[in-house]
C-alpha cells in the first residue's frame, strides 16, 4: 500500500488566506461604490446583474494579485482562494440583505470564482517570477 503525503507550505495557506480577505474588502467597497451610482443613475435590473459580476470578478484578480506573495501553486492556490472568497461574499451579502433567496447562493457564483481565481492566480504567480531576479 503506498502512503500519500500532501504538503502545503506556510506561505500558500497564508497567501490564501490573505487574498481571500482582500478580496471579500475590495468586493464591499465596489459593492458600495456600485449601489450609489445605481441610486443616483437609476441602472435598470439588465445592467445591475453584469456590473456585479465584474465587481466580483475585479474584487478576485484585485485580492489575489495584491495577496500571493509565494511563487508557486498559482492554479490551486487561486482555485481554492476563489472558493472561499465566494463562499464567504455570498454569506457575508446574505448577512446584509437579511434573507435567503435562490438568487444568494448559485453554482455560477462559485464556479465564475474558482475559474477566475484560478486564471488570475496562474498569471500572477508567473509574473512574480519572471519579475524577480535570477
Keep these: 500500500m503506498h502512503k500519500v ?7 500558500a495557506i497564508l497567501d490564501i488566506l490573505k487574498a481571500s480577505l482582500l478580496s471579500l474588502v475590495i468586493c464591499l467597497i465596489l459593492a458600495l461604490i456600485l449601489s ?5 443613475i437609476g441602472l435598470s435590473e439588465k445592467t445591475i446583474f ?7 470578478l475585479l474584487s478576485v484578480s484585485g485580492g489575489i494579485i495584491i495577496g500571493f506573495k509565494e511563487k508557486f501553486g498559482g492554479a490551486w492556490k487561486g482555485c481554492v482562494t476563489g472558493l472561499l472568497f465566494s463562499l464567504t461574499s455570498i454569506f457575508v451579502f446574505l448577512i446584509l440583505g437579511g434573507k435567503l433567496s435562490s438568487s444568494s447562493f448559485s453554482f455560477y457564483e462559485i464556479a465564475s470564482g474558482v475559474s477566475i ?3 488570475t492566480g496562474i498569471v500572477s504567480v508567473n509574473l512574480r517570477q519572471k519579475n524577480t531576479p535570477s
Design 50 to 56: 453584469p456590473l456585479v459580476q465584474i465587481v466580483k
Design 36 to 40: 450609489i451610482l445605481i441610486k443616483l
Design 117 to 119: 481565481g484560478m486564471i
Design 5 to 11: 503525503s500532501i504538503s502545503i507550505k506556510k506561505g
